[in-house]
C-alpha cells in the first residue's frame, strides 16, 4: 500500500430551509453549519415549492466559513436551475471553496413583485454541495 494515497472523500448534498413569512422582510440566518468532515464546498442552488416567489421576489447575501460568496442583493434567480436540467448541473458552481468555520449565514430580502404574488409566503431551500472526508 503507498502511504501517499489520497484520502477517501464522497460528495455530499446538504440542504438548509427557512421560511418566508413576511413580505418584503429581511430574513438573517447564521445558525446554520456544515457538517464537520467537509472538506470543499463545491456549488449550491436554492428551490423552494413556489419557485416564481423565490425566482422573482428573493435575493440574498451568502457567506460561508467567514467568506463572502455573494453579496447583499443577488438576485435569487441566479441560483436557481430548471427541472429541465440534469440534477448534477442544477448547482452553482463554486470551484473548491474552503469551509474555514463551517459556518453559513444567509440574509435574505423578499420584495413585492407585480409577477409574484406574497400569498401565504414561502419555503426557500439552500442546497450545498460538499466534498467530505470519509
Known amino acids: ?4 494515497e489520497k484520502p477517501k472523500t464522497k460528495e455530499t448534498r446538504v440542504t ?4 418566508v413569512d413576511k413580505a418584503n422582510g429581511l430574513f438573517t440566518i447564521d445558525t446554520l ?10 456549488g449550491l442552488q436554492l428551490i423552494s415549492e413556489y419557485p416564481d416567489r423565490l425566482y422573482y ?6 457567506e460561508i ?4 460568496l455573494f453579496p447583499d442583493g443577488f438576485d435569487s ?5 430548471s427541472l429541465s436540467v ?12 474552503l ?6 449565514k444567509v440574509r435574505y430580502q423578499d420584495k413585492d413583485h407585480s409577477n409574484a404574488a406574497f400569498g401565504q409566503g414561502y419555503k426557500v431551500s439552500l442546497i450545498i454541495l460538499i466534498e467530505e472526508s470519509v
Open 1 to 4: 500500500m503507498n502511504n501517499e
Open 16 to 19: 438548509f430551509s427557512f421560511k
Open 33 to 42: 453549519e456544515l457538517p464537520k468532515h467537509t472538506k470543499l464546498v463545491k
Open 57 to 62: 421576489r428573493g435575493s440574498q447575501r451568502i
Open 65 to 68: 466559513g467567514g467568506e463572502e
Open 77 to 81: 434567480k441566479i441560483l436557481m436551475s
Open 86 to 97: 440534469a440534477p448534477r448541473e442544477r448547482f452553482f458552481e463554486l470551484g473548491d471553496v
Open 99 to 104: 469551509p474555514g468555520d463551517l459556518s453559513i
